[in-house]
């Protein structure tokens, strides 16, 4: 997308969104009619997310969650580059592979929680292997992807130039697939949020989406109300430390969008 | 139709910074005449032809067709065919060409017979079922030009339009379709980078100034048109050419301090 | 090659399957836990049936069906003006980006205290998941529409009806077809996570009784059949898009964009 002049009437415009969205909640809490017990008020989850903040099994939620996510990520997205790189090094096992890592892709890997829990139980172990699962085929399929398609007259610059095929790998083929990995590793990080997010709310004994699900579970809905909004808090964290590891320095400042 | 172009300056405004493209540029043309720009690139005589055709509002200044300012495009009026052709690339080359009669409401019968006239005119009437991908570039100027004539427009804005064809091609090309714009008795404005082109064709050739872009010199070409193919190795012709080739150098900027005709430049 | 490939792919799968009868038989691992091949295999064709997982079947894609219309027209209609206006873009891009890289599934409670525990939640949350990732793929392919055909149908007096039809709408086509692919496929992954997590009817509410009951070799049956459906579902998807949007030069680049993206 091209890069435009920002309007002016940007930050009006949000302030109308948020202001719009607060209006139709105290709408639907006063004139609208809808219980507090299903709909807390405002100022209602306001008081339980400050108890929450005041409260360190809160943090404790937080960092069990954040180590998950981050556990499976970094296993996810270490098979992941390396199965794409192995099965992109000969054309059969690139034909072969690329149709199994895109039904991986396609498959409703959320549906197979129930497995993880009968597997590996309840704990930490059952969210950090059901999260790697799902974002090692996102990994893995852009990899191959993108180690397949280095332009040919790259590889015919590096042969003429005596480049062993070490260096080949290293010197050529890396930096020319980065873009393409960089994108899988972006969408592994959301799966592996999704996934390990919800296998907390499914079953699990700790971490803010156990909090959420116990909550919310509880009928109580300030409650609920305030996890939603430190697990968005969480989420925003980690998807500025993914931009931060994979946008070029060069290109930081600007926006990208990807459409995911 | 007759066309006067009166005190027209652009100024392109873009994060702050501001770009002049055009300088107080007054010009007129008469029914029928065809007139030839030549300027150095980036002169701005895409952004001249845009005003023209009504696309771009000028910063200072008016264009006037008959009797009335241009405000808006309307390609019975003024026909455009752009420097970067932009065929839709969805559409086969016989619905490309006759877009614009779609546009106005022809039926499809009188449109595809329209189109496939001028497809047979630029020699691609085999075409009319391909897709602009598959055409070459050349191929393509062509469709974007019988796209300008099928709205038989009284002024006929051409931006490069034959930049990317073979010499021999553009001057068969040449023939016919001078024929049809001498019958028709159309405005033309052509941009264009070659001087045998411009001699060629038109009555008249304006060389502009390196930005921001003015009108430095003209030429009249007093040969009647349509001419034929043996004006080239005239004598004249071989003037002419040497005349234009000083004058655009002298466009360009190049032997500046030689020449007291170049104007203050930013 | 082709064949090749076939017989590979074939392999590697049948190699998985035998991976997994050799560990459950050997007790390497526990087949309470994974179950095994065989008797996944036999637990499906039981399943073929068995009335009460027929009717979650048929309930489940009526759910889906109707999370993907709702969700769909509400994100066609969001992403168009979103895609016209570039202020309501500059406006509103960066939140709903942020909105669709959130898991969403931490919103379930909210569906479930507004519309309760059933059908009604798995729809509506459903929707919300498609409309999200319609809206901004709709938004993005309008992106698509380039300057220099909008200033041809410009140049040559098209209407504002003309000008959708001729140049917006095949330029925005690519764009579009992405968003209903996404469409669909949000409106499945969202309603079987609703049914999953509270909900004893449909599809998910049955996993979840099963695994709780921890027939392992059924939970598995009818997962293993979701998910041939959805891949069934996402290859047909692949190839109609390449085949509709042909025109496009770089239609190679294009083919992979549905499932390079999910
Ligand atoms: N939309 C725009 N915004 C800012 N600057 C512009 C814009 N369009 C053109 N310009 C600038 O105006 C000047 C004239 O551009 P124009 O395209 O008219 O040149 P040209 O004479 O047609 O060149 P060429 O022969 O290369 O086609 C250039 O310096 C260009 O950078
Ligand atoms: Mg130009």
Redesign the pocket.
């Known amino acids: 997308m091209k890069e435009h002049k920002t309007s002016p009437l940007v930050w009006p415009l949000r302030a109308l969104g948020l202001g719009a969205l607060i209006g139709v909640w105290a709408f639907g809490n006063g004139p609208g009619g809808i219980s507090p017990l299903v709909l807390p008020t405002i100022p209602r989850v306001l008081e339980a997310l400050g108890e929450a903040l005041s409260q360190f099994s809160t943090y404790e939620a937080a960092a069990i969650t954040f180590g998950e996510i981050l556990a499976a990520f970094i296993i996810a997205s270490v098979f992941g580059l390396a199965a794409g790189f192995w099965a992109a090094r000969t054309p059969l096992r690139l034909q072969v592979f690329q149709s199994i890592f895109v039904w991986g892709y396609l498959a409703p890997l959320i549906l197979f929680y129930p497995i993880f829990i009968l597997s590996f139980g309840t704990g930490v172990g059952s969210k950090i292997g059901y999260g790697a699962v799902s974002a090692f085929f996102p990994i893995a399929y852009n990899s191959l992807r993108a180690f397949a398609t280095v332009q040919p007259t790259m590889l015919k610059v590096a042969k003429a130039f005596g480049a062993s095929s070490f260096q080949t790998d290293f010197l050529i083929k890396l930096p020319s697939a980065l873009p393409l990995i960089s994108s899988g590793v972006r969408i592994g990080a959301g799966a592996s949020m999704i996934t390990v997010i919800f296998a907390e709310m499914l079953a699990s004994t700790a971490g803010l989406g156990y909090q959420l699900a116990l909550n919310s579970q509880t009928f109580a809905a300030p409650q609920a109300f305030a996890m939603i909004i430190l697990l968005m808090a969480l989420v925003g964290v980690l998807q500025g430390l993914v931009n931060l590891l994979l946008t070029p320095r060069r290109d930081r400042g600007k926006i990208i969008n990807v459409a995911h | 139709m007759r066309m006067s172009i009166n005190d027209v300056s652009v100024t392109?405004t873009?994060a702050g910074s501001t770009?002049e493209?055009l300088k107080d540029i007054n010009l007129s043309l008469h029914e029928g005449e065809f007139v030839a720009l030549l300027?150095p690139?980036?002169?701005?005589?895409?952004?001249?032809l845009t005003c023209l055709g009504g696309l771009m509002t000028p910063t200072k200044g008016e264009i006037v067709v008959g009797d009335s300012v241009v405000e808006n495009p309307d390609p019975r009026r003024a026909a455009f065919v752009f420097?970067d052709y932009s065929l839709l690339p969805w559409k086969n080359i016989l619905d490309n060409v006759g877009v614009g009669l779609r546009f106005a409401g022809v039926g499809k019968q009188e449109r595809r017979q329209r189109s496939q006239e001028l497809l047979e005119m630029m020699g691609l009437s085999q075409w009319g079922e391909s897709h602009p991908g598959q055409l070459s570039g050349g191929m393509q100027q062509r469709v974007a030009v019988a796209r300008a004539l099928a709205m038989d427009p009284s002024i006929l804005l051409m931006?490069?339009p034959f930049g990317a064809l073979d010499e021999q091609t553009r001057r068969s090309l040449g023939e016919s379709i001078s024929t049809v714009l001498t019958q028709n008795k159309q405005t033309v404005v052509l941009?264009t980078?070659s001087l045998d082109e411009a001699i060629y064709w038109a009555d008249r050739v304006i060389v502009m100034s390196a930005?921001p872009?003015r009108v430095m010199a003209e030429v009249q070409i007093r040969q009647p048109r349509p001419r034929p193919l043996e004006f080239i190795a005239q004598e004249d012709f071989a003037q002419l050419r040497s005349q234009l080739f000083l004058m655009l150098n002298e466009a360009m900027g190049h032997d500046q301090q030689a020449n007291p005709l170049e104007p203050q430049r930013a | 090659m082709k064949t090749q490939a076939r017989i590979g792919r074939v392999a590697v799968v049948v190699a998985g399957l035998l991976v997994w009868e050799l560990l459950t038989r050997f007790d390497l691992i526990d087949s309470d836990f994974v179950s095994t091949p065989i008797a996944v295999g036999v637990a499906f064709t039981e399943m073929l049936r068995n009335s009460e997982v027929l009717s979650a079947l048929a309930s489940t894609g009526g759910n889906i069906l109707l999370a993907f219309i709702i969700g769909t027209v509400i994100g066609v209609i969001a992403g168009t003006v979103m895609g016209l206006s570039k202020t309501l873009w500059q406006a509103y891009s960066a939140p709903l980006l942020f909105l669709m890289s959130t898991p969403k599934s931490i919103f379930l409670p909210i569906f479930i205290l507004l519309c309760g525990i059933g059908s009604t939640s798995a729809v509506v949350f459903g929707a919300f998941e498609a409309a999200v990732f319609v809206t901004i793929n709709v938004a993005a392919g309008m992106a698509l529409v380039e300057d220099r055909h909008m200033k041809v149908a410009r140049a040559f007096k098209a209407s504002w009806a003309q000008t959708i039809l001729a140049v917006v709408l095949p330029s925005a086509l690519p764009g579009i077809f992405t968003a209903l692919w996404f469409g669909i496929r949000h409106a499945f992954i969202g309603v079987l996570i609703a049914e999953l997590w509270a909900s004893s009817d449909g599809v998910g509410g049955l996993i979840r009784v099963y695994a709780e009951q921890l027939h392992t070799d059924k939970t598995l049956a009818l997962m293993l059949a979701v998910t041939f459906l959805a891949i069934i579902a996402g290859t047909i998807w692949n190839h109609l898009e390449t085949r509709l949007t042909r025109w496009r030069q770089s239609s190679a680049a294009g083919a992979a964009t549905t499932t390079a993206t999910s």
């Open positions: 392109f873009r770009v493209a300027g690139s980036g002169c701005g005589k895409s952004t001249l420097q931006d490069e941009v980078h930005r872009g």
